[in-house]
Structures are given as C-alpha cells and as structure tokens.
Nanobody, 113 residues
Framework: VQLQASGGGLVQAGGSLRLSCACS????????MGWYRQTPGKQRELVAD??????TSYADPVKGRFTISTNAENILFLQMNSLKPEDTAVYYC?????????WGQGTLVTVSS
C-alpha cells in the first residue's frame, strides 16, 4: 500500500488549504484512514480520521474547521478552513489495512499570522 500526500503550502491565518492523499489500493479495502500532524520536538498527533463505514472524528482543536473525506478515485482529503498559526505542522496521511499501518511521506503546512 502506497500513500502520496500533497496540498501543503504557505497560507495566511484565516485561509484554507485542501490536503490530498492518493492511495494505491481501493479505499473500500482500507479499514481506517487518518490525518496526523507533527511539529518539531512533539509527538505526532491525530487530527481527523474516517472509518470504513464513513464514521469520522476530529481532534478538539480542529473541530468545526477541518473536514475529512474520501472520493471514488481512492483519494483521502482534509479540507482545512479558518487556519491558525498553531495549525503549522507536517501533515501525514495513514491507512490501516488488515492490521497493518501505512504512512504517506508528509506535506508541510505553514500558517502565517
């Protein structure tokens, strides 16, 4: 399973970005997918996830601002609105398939104040 993340960049506070994660297998075969983020010196943290049945959940800091979704082309998205400087991080997509975890390479999001 290969994951290719993209869509990061530099944006001003209050702006929006959409991250994409292209999956090498059909999403219906994936048990769970999520977006995580990491800043220097800190542990990687869960931002949002989506289970195979479509249930989604969000970390408290991003609730109401971020939306996780998938499409028929086997792409995982993270729509990020009302971005804040504290959202600055490297964002990673992750997929669990048959108990194994796979990670994308990360995409940097920088939010300027």
């Amino acid at each position: 399973v290969q994951l290719q993340a993209s869509g990061g960049g530099l944006v001003q506070a209050g702006g929006s970005l959409r991250l994409s994660c292209a999956c090498s297998i059909n999403i219906w075969r994936i048990d769970y997918m999520g977006w995580y983020r990491q800043t220097p010196g800190k542990q990687r943290e869960l931002v949002a996830d989506i289970a195979s049945g479509g249930r989604t959940s969000y970390a408290d800091p991003v609730k109401g601002r971020f939306t996780i979704s998938t499409n028929a082309e086997n792409i995982l998205f993270l729509q990020m609105n009302s971005l804040k400087p504290e959202d600055t991080a490297v964002y990673y997509c992750m997929a669990k398939v048959s108990g194994n975890s796979y990670w994308g390479q990360g995409t940097l999001v920088t939010v300027s104040s």
